[in-house]
Structure formats: structure tokens, C-alpha cells
């Protein structure tokens, strides 16, 4: 079980809201819901981008930034075709 004495910062708030966001994004694109979807994961990997910053973690930096990239190129794709 966890530490129930934990602090809980805004960091640990935004980890928890981008994982609900991406969750429910992946849900909503998965749905074929667009340009919701991308717009949604966008977002969730913007929020966990500044959370892997924060904790100047290279590897989610890295995975995060590809991501909301990715997301956001599907969102210009769909857009714009």
C-alpha cells in the first residue's frame, strides 16, 4: 500500500489529470471521434511534457514531446485534408 503521508503537490495534480485526459482521449480517438481525439491527447502530453520537465526525467521528456507532436500532426492532418 502507499504512503498515505505523501505530499501532494501540483505536480502529483497534473500527472493525475494528463493521465485522465490521455485515457479518455485514447478512448474518444479510438471512437474515431476527430478532431477531438488528437486535440485531447495533444493536451495530455503537453500536461505530462511540463510534469517530465518539472522532474527533469529525459526519457518522458522525450516520449511526451513525440507524443503531443504526433498528436498534434494527426489533428493538422485531419483538419486540413
Do not use: C, Q
Not at 2 to 9: F, I, L, M, P
Not at 25 to 40: D, L
Request: hydrophobic share 55%; net charge positive; no cysteine.
Amino acid at each position: 500500500m502507499g504512503n498515505t503521508t505523501e505530499v501532494r503537490d501540483t505536480t502529483w495534480y497534473l500527472k493525475w489529470v494528463a493521465t485522465v485526459i490521455l485515457i479518455v482521449g485514447t478512448a474518444v480517438n479510438a471512437a474515431g471521434f476527430h478532431p477531438e481525439g488528437p486535440i485531447m491527447l495533444f493536451v495530455g502530453g503537453l500536461v505530462w511534457l511540463a510534469v517530465s520537465i518539472r522532474w527533469k526525467e529525459p526519457s518522458l521528456i522525450v516520449t511526451n514531446g513525440v507524443m503531443a507532436l504526433a498528436a498534434i500532426v494527426g489533428f493538422l492532418y485531419s483538419f486540413f485534408r
